[in-house]
């Protein structure tokens, strides 16, 4: 079974709650290791601490923003695989995102399908 650590960072706790019960219930051959952050800089500083296979983060959070955050996480390490969340979509942000390495841009609340997809591709982009 696989093991795929993975860091989710949002400052609404139901959100968080909600992404987790998607991973949760995942029907893939996989085993997730889940943290959690209330913010980007504290995700920022978990992902400096320890390396993360997956990081689902949303945009706007206080203290630093996910774009912020992303920008940094993808410097210290380019292989983390990170999609951004947002209530909020708009085109300049997501053209901000895939630009600064974001894998992908997603709108809140984030579909079961939609992050099983993303899992799957996860898991391909780390077994290569």
Known sequence: MLKLKTLIVDDENELRKSVLSILKNMNLNVQFEIEEAVNGREAL???????????????????????????EIKEHDPRTFVVIMTAHSNLNDAVIAIKEGAYDYVEKPVSPDKLT?????????HEM
């Open 117 to 125: 997809d993303i899992v799957k591709k996860s898991l391909e982009a």
């Open 45 to 71: 500083e978990k992902a400096k601490a320890s390396s993360y296979d997956l990081i689902l983060m949303d945009v706007r959070m206080p203290e630093m923003n996910g774009l912020e955050a992303l920008k």
